[in-house]
């Protein structure tokens, strides 16, 4: 089983940025898309975004879209997601996601591996 360890989160304000990264196990995790999805207090598990196994497609939810970017180093079996423009509403435990097959995971179904979760909190 691969293991995912989050770093990155923290406490900023609005109008800020954080930088969350994934490092992985498995050397293998450049066959497969990674993802980012986030819980909210008293809120399902949502998508964030995801990038393919190549890193050449991205696809964002659309309260992020414009203000978060993916990325992948397959060298280093790490995924990074890089938010700027914080709002009070991004405040979440942010969750690593490995998908079950090489395209982009945007749904909980099509995740095959999970992170433990980082806390990342906007204040107003």
């Known amino acids: 089983q691969v293991q995912l360890v989050e770093s990155g989160g923290g406490l900023v304000q609005a109008g800020g940025s954080l930088r969350l990264s994934c490092a992985a196990s498995?050397?293998?995790?450049?066959?497969?898309?990674m993802g980012w999805f986030r819980q909210a207090p008293g809120k399902e598990r949502e998508f964030v975004a995801s990038i393919n196994w190549t890193g050449g497609t991205t696809i964002y939810a659309d309260s992020v879209k414009g203000r978060f970017t993916i990325s992948r180093d397959n060298a280093k079996n790490t995924v990074y997601l890089q938010m700027n423009s914080l709002k009070p509403e991004d405040t979440a435990v942010y969750y690593c996601a490995k998908g079950k097959t090489p395209l982009v995971v945007t749904t909980i179904s099509g995740v095959g591996s999970w992170g433990q979760g980082t806390q990342v909190t906007v204040s107003s």
């Open positions: 498995e050397r293998t995790l450049s066959n497969y898309a």
